[in-house]
Nanobody
């Protein structure tokens, strides 16, 4: 499975961005997808996840109410709509895919994923 993330950029505090992750090659084996982020000098952290089949979602507390993850099965894409962005959201954002069919909370862990995209930079600054 190949993952291609896009949509990052520079945005002012309070602004919005929409990230997209396009999956290709063997997507029939994907059961969950997630977004993670890594800020300079920090560890990669969970942002949001979605189960491919039943649209169950989960979010990190830091983004609840501001970010929305969604998927389009026909297009094999997973999007992350990010609203009310603040400087603490600045990071490289990565999408990931898992071949395991588990409870939605399984997808909060980095080790739960089998495939990773290349990352897209999100910078929130005035």
């Amino acid at each position: 499975v190949q993952l291609q993330a896009s949509g990052g950029g520079l945005v002012q505090p309070g602004g919005s961005l929409r990230l997209s992750c396009a999956a290709s090659g063997g997507t029939f084996s994907v059961y969950g997808m997630g977004w993670f982020r890594q800020a300079p000098g920090k560890e990669r952290e969970f942002v949001a996840a979605i189960k491919w089949s039943i649209r169950s979602t989960n979010y990190a507390d830091s983004v609840k109410g501001r970010f929305t993850i969604s998927r389009d099965n026909a297009k094999n894409t997973v999007d992350l709509q990010m609203n009310s962005l603040n400087p603490e959201d600045t990071a490289v954002y990565y999408c990931a895919a898992s071949r395991q069919s588990r409870h939605i909370y399984y997808y909060t862990r980095i080790s739960s994923y089998d495939f990773w995209g290349q990352g897209t930079q999100v910078t929130v600054s005035s």
